[in-house]
């Protein structure tokens, strides 16, 4: 089992930053790969980046690139996401996702944490 906690969330004006972090403990040693994912109200709830946890091999939305950094510290088990200029369509419940196998689905989810972007 791996358990994740998310952190950072809030209110920022568009243009702003934000920075999210994951927290990951159990069976961290199990894990492939991390990603944030957002949900927006009536959307689904879609990627918008993934690293793996050993190689560090990142991978963004395009909505996203150039704006959002996805980064792990392996000593201390945590992802991160480091979000700039920021836009309200950036506006969602954002979650910390691990998987556990190469191809197979992300199987472990954190509660989510609120990012609002204000025009």
């Known amino acids: 089992q791996v358990q994740l906690v998310e952190s950072g969330g809030g209110l920022v004006q568009a243009g702003g930053s934000l920075s999210l972090a994951c927290a990951a403990s159990g069976r961290t040693e199990s894990m492939y790969a991390l990603a944030w994912f957002r949900q927006a109200p009536g959307q689904e709830r879609k990627a918008v980046a993934r690293?793996?946890?050993?190689?560090?091999?990142?991978t963004y939305v395009d909505s996203v690139k150039g704006r959002f950094t996805i980064t792990r510290d392996n000593t201390k088990n945590t992802v991160n996401l480091q979000m700039n200029s920021l836009e309200p369509d950036d506006t969602a419940v954002y979650y910390c996702a691990a998987r556990t196998t190469i191809t197979g689905p992300f199987n472990y989810w954190g509660q989510g944490t609120q990012v609002t972007v204000s025009s």
């Open positions: 690293i793996t946890w050993t190689e560090g091999m990142t």
